[in-house]
């Protein structure tokens, strides 16, 4: 990593929980969240057009009701006191009438317009960050921990929320009346205006402090969270193991630990509000006492009028009310800006397996898979398969056994495209894999693991997972196929039957089952069984086998298993030692041989006779 | 725990939420301050505008010079103090707030720990995290400025108009009708808010639930590439939270245009009404000024009422949902019982067990006794209700008629800390943690030694560990991903045997090792057996070897009992479950 420039080190999440990065990269980080917000609000420029307008227009009827009112005082009054009638004044309450209505009408099409580019720029957000996660490689995920993108997926989207419908309004208002009032107060009287404006450095000063300040305070913030969360999480899917080996006492404290780091985060932010916003409104009101002073002493003198120091009086309040909520607003811009920096950086990460620009068709996937030269290691030091050629032609059933570590499974999520190899390449019918799109890679290989995820949904909902439009004759037949139909039908509901969170009702052999019947539907050209029977009981596993015969036909298979029963269906058997093939032959010739597999295969009769 | 002593009468929103005041309680003197500092720092800010009433009235209309100076330096000192107070109170909800929310979320996370399997395999975590941070968050703010500001902003409004009535009291009237619509169309618009604010917190927990389930099932969504189905539910749900969202928006902008038009309406009628008193010398030009001011000041407190008052329903909501765990009883409590030295003396006596709500029992009838020391191999077709079996010794789900005991014992009278160091379970899908392997070896055992880790290693031959990149310190991923599915059940299973557990329950470990590792562990596993009492469900024959006896579950209740060879040769059934695979 030494080698490499700055830039690409802080590329993508790398930035996350970090305390402190160099100034550089933060600029660098705050400029990727920039553009990120920048494109998602580009396709509002005209709704934005818009929302300027009605802002200004609310903004110059807010700010025309105080000086109507001194006005009033001024003219109005005096009017009235020489008897000349209620002409003025009534003119002038009706424009403060005329000016409150205009503020009504556009402050609600202000709050209207503002809600929906917010929530559109939302709905977009979650979009993306859910795709690009689910883009992602299975390398990326294992890192970066489910916990995490829960966090990014729902408190980071919610804190940028917070701040499109509550921050932005804040913050147009809040400017818009600052520079409005401004300006008011040197029209309504030079002298008296300066005076008014005169702690304006100090105010800015006071805020350039709290915005680095709050800064740092609100990474922190988040940070935290995101740990509280994933703890939070992980402890709850591991429940189980949790309850079973006492472990609630250790995940307490330690929970407690974090949420206290937490409060502690959240604390110290709070505490930099405590001491911004009363400094703010002891600016204002010293401010307001000098303009008392010397307003009264001008007034005393008849250099302003009564009506004059009235209006100054009503606009320095609306001077410094806004100021707390440009505070507040620095609050919500924080925690937006420190989730948007996250965020930006999921979105930034390279998806491990990237789509081809241009896609190799394969209509029709005869199912070779061929190995040239294939290097692959997760880490640069520890080569798993340090180098391998291998040929398997469309439709042979190829067993690959070998001690655990061997590379089996790496082999198997080659051809999947979990991963793409070091150096080499992985071709189907003579396709490097990485010039096909997903799709069509996806439907022609597929794999079963031995973790059997099931979504909530029903049981055929799951078996149709690959094939969403397949006719429920076929969920059936792929059922009945691989021995799940009994089990199914016996559900209450049968196939309609809910799952429950992640299958919590059914055995871990039925859920096996769900997922073969799943594979079998998918119906692939390459499918690839990695451990697949290993939950079975000896019934169940049998007449997988049985189906796995008709199923084969006509379509490459790659079984890894541990049993050798399961060898039987094979056409070539692959022993595999250190990311190397050492034997490779059917496995009538390999167990005629004296090599590893025939040590396997006698090891596991022994096994078989103590069944008597 | 908040409140256990109330009554589970219906709840209602607002009743969650007064039931969670006991957390203040700890804050009480902090409380006191800050309410103090509030109420008095409103008071000041009252007082500004009457002294610059008094500076016009008196200095700029009579020339007082000297009492100008003196009003002035009254204003500061207001201003000063004002400030001050307003440090004060919020320094002092720092710490309160986040005080109150730190505890809630701490007694909801022990709580949830308390709760039984039964609880959790219904609830995603994901709704579970919605309530533990936005929903409190949301309390948080409520009790933090919410609670604060909805009395501060009434009593400000009160006194203001006092106030008001006092300078003059038919203008002081108008301002006070004024309020009177403000009430009522906050009072309609609360409902009507407070059912859009629960259907947004529970579709943004659905959505946080899709978003739980396509980061934990990423793997089977891209071995299908199904990336576009799950994004299609995921949208659909997202697009339920943006109409939802903008059905709030577009009340909420009705609403709060009409709280912030109203006291531009009576500042108008405010002065025309005052102009015309000024002019017939009823009012001085000061109280206008001052009045006018006045009112402006209370625009915002009126304003602000509608905000607090969405802030206050959406806390009760979220109040609402966060007791709705909080009261959920952890049906699985200990008894007092610890059993000071124990044999292990397993037995079932008539167990059943059914799911709530089904009408089938997943288990029936099921009495086993085994004796301290012996393994007895549990054997059953996929689904006859062996891991359910498993799951009554450790209590992680309780039987609904029988009993099980051990040494005697009904397990429910056992402390759960002694009935679990008794038993410890290997499960056939181990749960590894994001933490180290030793963290994960010794869950149950934090003070285990060196020794006992590498003992327990050594049986689950799972000494690869020391070969990872930092050995036992190596922080595997979660649910520990990068391990093989092997290594995984290997280290489980080393968790289990770790401190030599009185009962060993083994639910098909071995089902991801490879035939030579296998053979291994059962070779160490006879070793720690013969010493334990063991329940070892198996699907091969060489993992009932590790059995003296075995029972044959079928369709939830044990048909046979007997050696393995005794079954072997007397019950087919058992011969086609674990008789030799057909051989090449």
């Given at each position: 990593m030494m080698t490499v420039s700055t830039d690409r080190q802080w590329q993508g999440v790398?930035?996350?929980?970090?305390?402190?990065?160099?100034?550089?990269?933060?600029?660098?980080?705050r400029e990727r969240s920039r553009r990120l917000l920048g494109e998602l609000l580009r396709p509002h420029r005209r709704a934005i057009?818009?929302?300027v307008v009605v802002v200004l227009l609310s903004n110059v009827a807010g700010l025309s009701i105080p000086y109507l009112v001194a006005l009033g005082i001024d003219t109005g009054i005096p009017a009235l006191a020489r008897g000349e009638g209620m002409g003025i004044t009534l003119m002038i309450v009706g424009s403060i009438l005329g000016a409150a209505l205009a503020q009504a009408l556009t402050r609600q099409a202000f709050l209207r317009i503002s809600g929906r580019i917010g929530q559109d720029v939302l709905l977009e957000l979650r979009r993306r960050v859910f795709t690009h996660f689910q883009r992602l490689s299975l390398s990326f995920h294992e890192k970066y921990t489910s916990g995490r993108v829960i966090s990014r997926l729902t408190s980071d989207v919610e804190a940028l929320a917070e701040l499109l419908q509550a921050g932005f309004d804040g913050l147009v208002t809040a400017v818009l009346t600052l520079v409005g009032t401004a300006v008011m107060l040197l029209i309504l009287d030079v002298h008296l205006g300066l005076v008014a404006l005169a702690p304006l450095p100090l105010l800015f000063l006071a805020t350039r402090w709290f915005r680095r300040q709050s800064a740092l305070a609100y990474r922190r913030t988040r940070e935290t969270v995101a740990l509280v969360i994933v703890h939070f999480v992980e402890s709850m899917t591991g429940i189980r193991a949790a309850q079973t080996f006492r472990r609630e006492p250790r995940n307490q404290e330690i929970f407690e630990q974090l949420n206290e780091d937490y409060r502690a985060a959240n604390a110290r932010s709070m505490h930099l509000v405590a001491i911004f916003m009363p400094g703010i409104k002891l600016i204002g009101n010293v401010t307001i006492a000098l303009v008392l002073v010397y307003g009264g002493w001008l007034a005393f003198r008849q250099e302003v009028t009564v009506g004059v120091l009235a209006a100054f009086l009503l606009y320095l309040r609306q001077f410094y009310e806004p100021m707390q909520e440009i505070s507040q607003f620095y609050n919500t811009l924080q925690s937006a800006g420190a989730a948007l920096e996250k965020l930006s950086g999921v979105l930034e990460e390279p998806p491990g397996v990237a789509e081809p620009e241009h896609p190799v068709p394969l209509p029709a996937a005869r199912g070779a898979v061929t190995f040239a030269g294939v290097r692959f290691s997760y880490t640069p030091d520890i080569p798993i398969l340090p180098e391998l050629d291998l040929e398997i032609p469309a439709g042979q059933t190829v067993a690959v056994v070998g001690a655990t570590g061997a590379g089996k499974t790496t082999v198997v999520k080659l051809i999947s495209r979990f991963y793409d190899p070091v150096a080499g390449r992985v071709l189907l019918d003579g396709v490097d894999l990485r010039d096909l799109d997903e799709a069509t890679l996806r439907r022609a290989v597929v794999m079963v693991t031995q973790e059997n995820f099931l979504f909530s949904g029903t049981v055929a909902d799951n078996i149709r997972f690959g094939r969403p439009d397949a006719p429920m004759a076929d969920v059936v037949a792929a059922a009945t196929a691989v021995g799940a139909h009994p089990f199914i039908s016996g559900l209450p509901g049968g196939y309609e039957a809910e799952v429950g969170k992640r299958g919590g009702r059914m055995s871990a052999g039925q859920r096996q089952l769900v997922a073969f019947a799943r594979a079998f539907l998918a119906d692939p050209a390459v499918l690839i069984l990695d451990e697949a029977t290993s939950s079975l009981d000896v019934p169940s596993e049998r007449l997988v086998q049985r189906a796995l015969r008709t199923i084969l036909a006509g379509r490459t298979a790659v079984i890894i298993a541990h049993r050798l029963s399961t060898v039987?269906?094979?056409?070539?058997?692959?022993?595999?030692?250190?990311?190397?093939?050492?034997e490779d032959g059917p496995p009538d010739r390999l167990i005629a041989a004296s090599g590893r597999f025939a040590g396997l295969h006698t090891a596991w009769l022994e096994s078989l006779s103590a069944s008597g | 725990m908040s409140a256990d002593d109330e009554p589970p009468s219906a709840p209602s929103a607002s009743i969650s939420l007064w039931r969670l005041r006991s957390y203040l309680r700890p804050y009480v003197g902090t409380l006191i301050v800050a309410w103090l500092a509030a109420i008095l720092s409103i008071a000041a800010s009252t007082v500004i505008p009457l002294v610059g009433r008094e500076i016009i009235d008196g200095p700029v209309v009579r020339g007082d010079q000297g009492a100008l100076l003196w009003l002035g330096a009254l204003t500061l000192a207001l201003g000063v103090v004002e400030a001050f107070l307003i440090f004060l109170r919020r320094w002092t909800q720092g710490f309160l707030v986040f005080g109150v929310e730190t505890a809630i979320r701490n007694d909801l996370y022990a709580h949830l720990q308390r709760l039984p399997m039964s609880f959790h395999d219904e609830w995603q975590s994901g709704q579970l995290l919605s309530r533990a941070t936005t929903d409190l968050s949301t309390i948080r703010r409520f009790f933090g400025f919410g609670a604060l500001f909805l009395v501060m902003n009434i009593l400000q409004l009160t006194t203001v108009t006092i106030l008001l009535l006092r300078m003059h009291w038919p203008l002081g009237l108008l301002v006070a009708v004024s309020a009177l619509p403000i009430v009522y169309v906050s009072i309609r618009f609360e409902h009507r808010y407070t059912v859009l604010s629960r259907q947004v917190q529970d579709e943004q927990g659905d959505l946080a639930t899709i978003v739980e389930e396509s980061a934990l099932g990423i793997r089977t969504i891209k071995a299908f590439g199904r990336r576009g189905h799950v994004f299609g539910g995921y949208d659909e749900v997202a697009g339920k939270v943006y109409r939802t969202s903008m059905a709030k928006v577009r009340l909420g902008s009705r609403f709060f245009t009409f709280l912030e038009v109203i006291p531009n309406v009576t500042l108008a009628l405010v002065l025309l009404l005052g102009a015309a008193a000024v002019a017939g010398g009823g009012l001085s030009l000061g109280t206008l000024v001052a009045f006018t001011t006045m009112v402006l000041q209370l625009a915002w407190p009126v304003a602000a009422l509608g905000y607090i008052l969405a802030m206050g329903q959406e806390a009760m909501t979220a109040a609402d949902r966060v007791m709705e765990v909080l009261d959920t009883p952890p049906s699985i409590v200990g008894g007092p019982v610890v059993i000071e030295r124990p044999r292990g003396h397993l037995r079932f006596e008539g167990v059943e067990f059914r799911f709530p709500g089904a009408d089938r029992p997943v288990l029936r009838d099921v009495t086993l006794d085994v004796r301290p020391?012996?393994?007895?191999?549990?054997?059953?077709?996929?689904?006859?209700?062996?891991?359910?079996?498993?799951?009554?010794?450790?209590?992680?789900?309780?039987v609904t008629a029988g009993r099980v005991t051990i040494d005697g014992q009904d397990v429910r009278d056992l402390t759960l800390p002694a009935l679990r160091s008794v038993v410890a379970t290997a499960f056939e899908e181990p749960t590894l943690f994001s933490m180290s392997v030793r963290e994960n070896v010794t869950l149950g055992h934090g003070q285990a030694s060196e020794e006992e880790v590498r003992a327990a290693l050594e049986v689950a031959q799972a000494t690869f560990a020391y070969d990872l990149p930092w050995g036992l310190e190596t922080r595997i991923g979660e649910q520990g991903m990068s391990l093989s599915g092997g290594q995984r059940q290997r280290l489980a299973l080393a968790r289990a045997v770790l401190g030599h557990p009185k009962i060993l329950v083994l639910d098909d470990t071995l089902s991801a090792l490879d035939v030579e590792t296998e053979a291994l562990v059962e070779e160490a596993l006879r070793r720690v057996l013969a010493?334990?009492?063991?329940?070892?469900?198996?699907h091969?024959?060489?993992t009932v070897l590790l059995a003296d006896r075995v029972a044959l579950l079928r369709d939830g209740t044990i048909a046979h009992v007997g050696t393995h060879h005794q079954l072997l040769n007397e019950v087919p059934e058992y011969r086609s479950l674990l008789a030799a695979e057909e051989v090449v």
């Amino acid at each position: 990593m030494m080698t490499v420039s700055t830039d690409r080190q802080w590329q993508g999440v790398a930035a996350e929980n970090q305390d402190d990065v160099p100034q550089k990269v933060s600029l660098l980080l705050r400029e990727r969240s920039r553009r990120l917000l920048g494109e998602l609000l580009r396709p509002h420029r005209r709704a934005i057009a818009r929302l300027v307008v009605v802002v200004l227009l609310s903004n110059v009827a807010g700010l025309s009701i105080p000086y109507l009112v001194a006005l009033g005082i001024d003219t109005g009054i005096p009017a009235l006191a020489r008897g000349e009638g209620m002409g003025i004044t009534l003119m002038i309450v009706g424009s403060i009438l005329g000016a409150a209505l205009a503020q009504a009408l556009t402050r609600q099409a202000f709050l209207r317009i503002s809600g929906r580019i917010g929530q559109d720029v939302l709905l977009e957000l979650r979009r993306r960050v859910f795709t690009h996660f689910q883009r992602l490689s299975l390398s990326f995920h294992e890192k970066y921990t489910s916990g995490r993108v829960i966090s990014r997926l729902t408190s980071d989207v919610e804190a940028l929320a917070e701040l499109l419908q509550a921050g932005f309004d804040g913050l147009v208002t809040a400017v818009l009346t600052l520079v409005g009032t401004a300006v008011m107060l040197l029209i309504l009287d030079v002298h008296l205006g300066l005076v008014a404006l005169a702690p304006l450095p100090l105010l800015f000063l006071a805020t350039r402090w709290f915005r680095r300040q709050s800064a740092l305070a609100y990474r922190r913030t988040r940070e935290t969270v995101a740990l509280v969360i994933v703890h939070f999480v992980e402890s709850m899917t591991g429940i189980r193991a949790a309850q079973t080996f006492r472990r609630e006492p250790r995940n307490q404290e330690i929970f407690e630990q974090l949420n206290e780091d937490y409060r502690a985060a959240n604390a110290r932010s709070m505490h930099l509000v405590a001491i911004f916003m009363p400094g703010i409104k002891l600016i204002g009101n010293v401010t307001i006492a000098l303009v008392l002073v010397y307003g009264g002493w001008l007034a005393f003198r008849q250099e302003v009028t009564v009506g004059v120091l009235a209006a100054f009086l009503l606009y320095l309040r609306q001077f410094y009310e806004p100021m707390q909520e440009i505070s507040q607003f620095y609050n919500t811009l924080q925690s937006a800006g420190a989730a948007l920096e996250k965020l930006s950086g999921v979105l930034e990460e390279p998806p491990g397996v990237a789509e081809p620009e241009h896609p190799v068709p394969l209509p029709a996937a005869r199912g070779a898979v061929t190995f040239a030269g294939v290097r692959f290691s997760y880490t640069p030091d520890i080569p798993i398969l340090p180098e391998l050629d291998l040929e398997i032609p469309a439709g042979q059933t190829v067993a690959v056994v070998g001690a655990t570590g061997a590379g089996k499974t790496t082999v198997v999520k080659l051809i999947s495209r979990f991963y793409d190899p070091v150096a080499g390449r992985v071709l189907l019918d003579g396709v490097d894999l990485r010039d096909l799109d997903e799709a069509t890679l996806r439907r022609a290989v597929v794999m079963v693991t031995q973790e059997n995820f099931l979504f909530s949904g029903t049981v055929a909902d799951n078996i149709r997972f690959g094939r969403p439009d397949a006719p429920m004759a076929d969920v059936v037949a792929a059922a009945t196929a691989v021995g799940a139909h009994p089990f199914i039908s016996g559900l209450p509901g049968g196939y309609e039957a809910e799952v429950g969170k992640r299958g919590g009702r059914m055995s871990a052999g039925q859920r096996q089952l769900v997922a073969f019947a799943r594979a079998f539907l998918a119906d692939p050209a390459v499918l690839i069984l990695d451990e697949a029977t290993s939950s079975l009981d000896v019934p169940s596993e049998r007449l997988v086998q049985r189906a796995l015969r008709t199923i084969l036909a006509g379509r490459t298979a790659v079984i890894i298993a541990h049993r050798l029963s399961t060898v039987e269906i094979a056409d070539r058997v692959l022993v595999m030692a250190d990311g190397r093939v050492v034997e490779d032959g059917p496995p009538d010739r390999l167990i005629a041989a004296s090599g590893r597999f025939a040590g396997l295969h006698t090891a596991w009769l022994e096994s078989l006779s103590a069944s008597g | 725990m908040s409140a256990d002593d109330e009554p589970p009468s219906a709840p209602s929103a607002s009743i969650s939420l007064w039931r969670l005041r006991s957390y203040l309680r700890p804050y009480v003197g902090t409380l006191i301050v800050a309410w103090l500092a509030a109420i008095l720092s409103i008071a000041a800010s009252t007082v500004i505008p009457l002294v610059g009433r008094e500076i016009i009235d008196g200095p700029v209309v009579r020339g007082d010079q000297g009492a100008l100076l003196w009003l002035g330096a009254l204003t500061l000192a207001l201003g000063v103090v004002e400030a001050f107070l307003i440090f004060l109170r919020r320094w002092t909800q720092g710490f309160l707030v986040f005080g109150v929310e730190t505890a809630i979320r701490n007694d909801l996370y022990a709580h949830l720990q308390r709760l039984p399997m039964s609880f959790h395999d219904e609830w995603q975590s994901g709704q579970l995290l919605s309530r533990a941070t936005t929903d409190l968050s949301t309390i948080r703010r409520f009790f933090g400025f919410g609670a604060l500001f909805l009395v501060m902003n009434i009593l400000q409004l009160t006194t203001v108009t006092i106030l008001l009535l006092r300078m003059h009291w038919p203008l002081g009237l108008l301002v006070a009708v004024s309020a009177l619509p403000i009430v009522y169309v906050s009072i309609r618009f609360e409902h009507r808010y407070t059912v859009l604010s629960r259907q947004v917190q529970d579709e943004q927990g659905d959505l946080a639930t899709i978003v739980e389930e396509s980061a934990l099932g990423i793997r089977t969504i891209k071995a299908f590439g199904r990336r576009g189905h799950v994004f299609g539910g995921y949208d659909e749900v997202a697009g339920k939270v943006y109409r939802t969202s903008m059905a709030k928006v577009r009340l909420g902008s009705r609403f709060f245009t009409f709280l912030e038009v109203i006291p531009n309406v009576t500042l108008a009628l405010v002065l025309l009404l005052g102009a015309a008193a000024v002019a017939g010398g009823g009012l001085s030009l000061g109280t206008l000024v001052a009045f006018t001011t006045m009112v402006l000041q209370l625009a915002w407190p009126v304003a602000a009422l509608g905000y607090i008052l969405a802030m206050g329903q959406e806390a009760m909501t979220a109040a609402d949902r966060v007791m709705e765990v909080l009261d959920t009883p952890p049906s699985i409590v200990g008894g007092p019982v610890v059993i000071e030295r124990p044999r292990g003396h397993l037995r079932f006596e008539g167990v059943e067990f059914r799911f709530p709500g089904a009408d089938r029992p997943v288990l029936r009838d099921v009495t086993l006794d085994v004796r301290p020391g012996e393994t007895v191999a549990i054997v059953g077709a996929t689904g006859s209700g062996k891991t359910t079996l498993t799951a009554l010794v450790p209590r992680l789900a309780d039987v609904t008629a029988g009993r099980v005991t051990i040494d005697g014992q009904d397990v429910r009278d056992l402390t759960l800390p002694a009935l679990r160091s008794v038993v410890a379970t290997a499960f056939e899908e181990p749960t590894l943690f994001s933490m180290s392997v030793r963290e994960n070896v010794t869950l149950g055992h934090g003070q285990a030694s060196e020794e006992e880790v590498r003992a327990a290693l050594e049986v689950a031959q799972a000494t690869f560990a020391y070969d990872l990149p930092w050995g036992l310190e190596t922080r595997i991923g979660e649910q520990g991903m990068s391990l093989s599915g092997g290594q995984r059940q290997r280290l489980a299973l080393a968790r289990a045997v770790l401190g030599h557990p009185k009962i060993l329950v083994l639910d098909d470990t071995l089902s991801a090792l490879d035939v030579e590792t296998e053979a291994l562990v059962e070779e160490a596993l006879r070793r720690v057996l013969a010493d334990a009492t063991g329940i070892v469900v198996a699907h091969r024959a060489s993992t009932v070897l590790l059995a003296d006896r075995v029972a044959l579950l079928r369709d939830g209740t044990i048909a046979h009992v007997g050696t393995h060879h005794q079954l072997l040769n007397e019950v087919p059934e058992y011969r086609s479950l674990l008789a030799a695979e057909e051989v090449v």
